[in-house]
């Protein structure tokens, strides 16, 4: 990976945490909340799965831990098992359409919001799974999700660097 | 629809790291919820939680002048081509006119918390709400003032009408307030008329339930409910809201109670934190009692509510 293209995620995940503090209470709708760190990670692990790592979800997973009073470790656990996951399962799938690529953003990310959840419950937060999936599971996922897509798309309609995206193969030929 | 099947899988040295950072994860979990409200990981959430508190602190105001501007900028877009002189003197008296709307607002706003000081004789400062929650699993909101102005965790919250919540964690200018709302909330409350003592939750759809109630009493709608002071964790005497709806009956005793707050967090900019509220729950009971009764609606010490909580 090029130094540029580190120092946009980089560049991507402070905003990302910024994003998560100043905007996402205020653009909530009902009692979905957007989490702009999932939605960057599981982005980044779908545009590069093969040079996704573990470092970035993990540290982004701490901040929002962190910037969000919830319990530590909880969204660090979440976000690197299953945007990795993501990652993992994208590069063996990955057939150049927009319908795998979406497909695999809905799975990773409804898998990070599911997981959390259960740490929350774990944790003691006063409800049941069945309600808490209803009210605050799927609302945040299907809001993560449309993030996740629009971003996507957008990056992949005019950010995309073929020259930088399957370096192996291009060394190889 | 041909798969990329032929790359390699997770790379043995990314497969440590992911295992170790996973195994930190759960180490982390396992430290946080072990430990308590003073541990390490806590106390650094704090800091934090305090950083991004003040940070809302500055920004807020900026916050407002971003939105003045994007809204005179986007006036200007929409016009280009008329734009004169007199145009834009129309758009600084408008924008005055906002400001000054705006000013009329706030001012309406904190007549109605004077009031609800002047009425109820709580003492305690006026803090702005500059932040809410950036999970959506929390209720919670950031006000502008924190220890360095007397807040101290476990403090009431009250809007104009009624208390909305109770301060969770502070920091030097700014606290965190759990509001009522939240799952993990809870008051000791009792009826007012009644005076039967119950717990008021908060539920993850964001309504009140009336709990603990003795199996026999089953209060009326419209019945208000105040803090009862029991366990320290809410000053006495203090509105929630009233009852809503009853399900509760003589065959089902554990028929939910749903009480409607007076006062939400959403629709608040302002609210009060409560350094000692006089205890009028306690006046009232030693008025129906017959003695003093006149005087006892007369603010009175925290000591002195507190030793009023405790002989009750």
């Given at each position: 990976m090029l130094w540029y293209q580190r120092a946009t995620i980089v560049v991507g995940a402070v905003a990302a945490v910024l994003l998560q503090v100043f905007l996402a209470p205020h653009i909530a709708i009902g009692s979905g909340v957007p989490a702009f760190p999932v939605v960057m990670c599981i982005v980044a692990a779908i545009m590069e799965p093969r040079f996704y790592g573990c470092v970035l979800p993990f540290a982004l997973g701490l901040a929002f831990d962190l910037v969000s009073g919830g319990p530590l470790g909880a969204m660090a656990f979440s976000l690197t098992a299953f945007s990795v996951g993501a990652a993992w399962f994208y590069e063996r799938m990955a057939n150049d359409t927009v319908f795998m690529a979406v497909v695999n953003l809905a799975i990773g990310l409804l898998l990070i919001e599911m997981c959390y959840g259960v740490f929350l419950l774990l944790f003691g937060?006063?409800?049941?799974p069945f309600e808490a999936f209803a009210l605050r599971t799927l609302p945040c996922f299907l809001y993560d999700l449309v993030l996740a897509v629009v971003l996507y798309l957008v990056i992949n309609r005019f950010f995309r660097d073929d020259t930088t995206s399957q370096p192996m193969i291009k060394q190889l030929s | 629809m041909p798969l990329n099947l032929q790359q390699s899988g997770v790379r043995p040295p990314r497969r440590v790291l992911l295992i170790v950072l996973l195994a930190v994860s759960l180490g982390l979990c396992a430290v946080y919820a072990r430990e308590g409200q003073d541990g390490p990981l806590h106390a650094a959430q704090d800091a934090v939680l305090g950083v991004t508190g003040s940070a809302m602190r500055v920004g807020a105001p900026l916050g407002a002048a971003n939105d003045d501007a994007a809204e005179a900028a986007a006036d200007l877009a929409a016009n280009p081509s008329t734009l004169t002189a007199l145009r834009e003197q129309n758009e600084q008296l408008r924008r005055l006119l906002s400001d000054t709307e705006e000013y009329r607002q706030e001012a309406e706003r904190l007549r109605e918390l004077l009031d609800m000081k002047q009425v109820s004789g709580v003492t305690g400062p006026t803090a702005r709400i500059i932040g809410r929650s950036a999970n959506a699993w929390d209720q919670s909101i950031t006000i502008d003032i924190g220890s360095a102005e007397g807040v101290r965790p476990g403090m009431t919250i009250m809007g104009a009408t009624g208390v909305i919540g109770q301060v969770s964690r502070t920091a030097d200018h700014t606290s965190t307030v759990r509001l009522l709302t939240d799952p993990d909330s809870g008051a000791a409350v009792m009826i007012q008329s009644s005076r039967e003592n119950g717990i008021v939750r908060g539920s993850i759809s964001g309504a009140l339930f009336l709990e603990d109630l003795d199996d026999d009493v089953i209060p009326q709608v419209g019945d208000v409910v105040v803090t009862s002071g029991l366990g320290g964790s809410y000053e006495r005497g203090l509105i929630v809201g009233?009852?809503?709806?009853?399900?509760?009956t003589a065959n089902n005793p554990t028929g939910a109670i749903v009480v409607n707050p007076n006062d939400h967090a959403s629709v608040l900019e302002e609210v009060i934190v409560v350094f000692s509220a006089p205890d009028l729950a306690a006046a009232e009971e030693a008025g129906q009692d017959g003695d003093g009764g006149d005087d006892a609606g007369d603010a009175v010490s925290p000591e002195g509510g507190d030793a009023a909580a405790g002989a009750e």
């Open positions: 937060y006063g409800t049941n | 009233a009852v809503a709806s009853v399900n509760k």
